[in-house]
């Protein structure tokens, strides 16, 4: 998993600590810079897709004890990531 994305996840863990959104969190990572940018782009989404899904394996059982809108935000991001493999 690389830098930015581990820094993604637990800037999502610390976000909803404070009560904000996950996409809050995911606007505030930075996207790392490319001579490619259309490439790169497509590279970052996919990570990004690939990092919420070890975040939702590493955390769901947690998130299945508390609110039901944030599992369904975990596990919508948890199909997608499925379907990214």
Same mark, same amino acid.
């Given at each position: 998993?690389?830098?930015?994305?581990?820094?993604l996840a637990l800037q *999502? &863990?610390?976000v909803v600590l404070l009560q904000a959104g996950q996409e809050d969190? *995911? &606007?505030r990572v930075p996207e790392p810079r490319s001579n490619r940018p259309d490439r790169h782009r497509r590279r970052w989404a996919r990570q990004l897709?690939?990092?919420l899904?070890?975040?939702v394996v590493q955390?769901?059982?947690e998130?299945?004890?508390?609110?039901?809108?944030?599992l369904g935000w975990w596990c919508d991001r948890a199909a997608e990531g499925l379907a990214a493999l």
């Open positions: 998993m690389c830098t930015s994305c581990c820094v *999502i &863990v610390a969190a *995911i &606007v897709t690939l990092a899904l070890g975040t955390f769901g059982w998130k299945a004890l508390g609110d039901d809108a944030e």
